[in-house]
DNA sequence: AATCCCATGTAAAACGTTACATGATTCT
DNA sequence: AGAATCATGTAACGTTTTACATGGGATT
C-alpha cells in the first residue's frame, strides 16, 4: 500500500520553514551587523564557517541569496545603480531576522553531525595497499590540519577586537581550535596502530585476500 | 555547439577512474571477505562506515551496486533463481579489486575531511537564541555521542574475534572511538565557555528578535 | 490476521559542484 | 598594457535523498 509500513506519517515538517541548511547558514552569515555581497559571503565561509559547517560553492551562495530575497528575508541594492553586473550588496530583514531565530531556536535537536573523511576511508581499506604509503598519507594529513590550526588562530587573533554580536562566532572558533587539536592527536595515534600493525602481523607475501582468483 | 563555452580543457581527469568516493566505499565494504546483499551492505555501513564517512541512502547502495556490476567490479547472483525481487548477493572481482587497490594507493592526497556540525551552526547563531535553549541542545549533543561511543565500542568488542583481513577496519574503529570521546570533551569545553559568555555578557533584554510575533 | 522486518527497486526532486561567460577594477 | 583579482551570474551535470511501490517471511 502506501509507503513505508503502513502508516505513512507526514514526517514531521521539516520544521523552521523546510529550507535546507545551508540556506540558514547563508542568512546566519547576513545576521551579523554590516551588509555585504556574495562574494565577501564565500570568503568569510571560507575562513570561518567551513571549519564547523562546510563552505559552500560560490554559485550556490549567489543562488541562496536569490532565494533569501524572494522569501523576503533579505534585500539588496546595487552600489552604481544601473549596470547589470555591478557590486550587489545584501543585509537580512527583520522577518529574515525572526525566521532565522525561529530556526535555531525551534528544532530541538539538529540532527548527529556528519563526517566525511576520506583519509579513514583509505585505512579501513588499508588491507589493499602498501604499509608505507598509508602511513605518508597519514603524515601529509597531520601537516595539512597543523595549517589549518593556524588558520583558525588568526581568525580568533582578529576575532580579539570583537564585539558584542561576534561573541558566538568565537566560541565556535574556538572550538573549532581544539578540534584541530585533537584531530591532529587522533592521526597520531592512529599512526602508531598502523606501525604496531606493521610489526605484528607483518603481512608482505600473505595478502590471502588477493590472491583467491574467481 | 559541442557544449560548455570555446577553451574547454579537459579538467585533469577526475583520477583513480573518476567514480565518487561512496562508489568507492561500498565496494570497500565488498572487498572483505564474503558476498553480502545491499540490504545487508547498509546495516553495515550504518554499524561503521557511518563513524568516519556517512552511510549513504539504501536506493544509493543498489544504485551504486548496479554500476559496479556494470562496471564489472563485481557479479551478482539470485538466491531463489527466478523470482523478479528476490534476494541478491553481491561480490566483488579481481578487476573490482585491482580497480579499487588503484584508487586506494594512487591519489596522494585524498582531501581534507568535510564536517557539518548543526549543533556548532547554532551555537554560531547564539546571539540569536536564548542561551539556556543553546546549553540544553548541547547537553543532548553529548548525550547521543555518548550512545554513538557505546556502539563503537560495542563493534569493537565484536571486532575482537577478527583475523587478518579485519586490522584495518579496527583501526578506523579505534579511531572513531578516540574522536567520539574527543567530541564529548570538546562539547563540555564549549559548555563552560557558554556558560562563562552568560555571565560576562549577560544580555538578557536584547533579545528583541524573539518576542515579535507573527 | 495484522504487523514488523526483510528485500528490491523506480521516479522525481532537491542539492551542490564544475565549467563557462563576462566585464570592472586594481596591481605591476 | 597585461595580469590578477573582484564580482556576478547561467547551464549542465552528477549526486543523493525522499517518497512510492511491491511483496515474502517471521512474529505476535
Known sequence: MAGRGTTQQRDEEPSGGGLPPTAWAVLGLLSFP???TGYELKKWADASLRFFYWSPAISQIYAELRRLEA????TSRRSGPE???AKRSYAITEEGRAALASWAGSGQDAGPPVLKHPLLLRVWLGHLTAPGHLRELVAEHIARTRGELKEVRDALARAGEAREAWSHPEVALRWS???LESEVELAEAML???ERLGRTG????????ADSPT
Open 34 to 36: 554590516g551588509e555585504r
Open 202 to 209: 607483518p603481512q608482505p607475501p600473505g595478502q590471502r585476500v
Open 83 to 85: 549596470e547589470p553586473r
Open 177 to 179: 581550535e581544539r578540534r
Open 192 to 194: 602508531d596502530d598502523l
Open 71 to 74: 522569501l523576503g528575508y533579505a
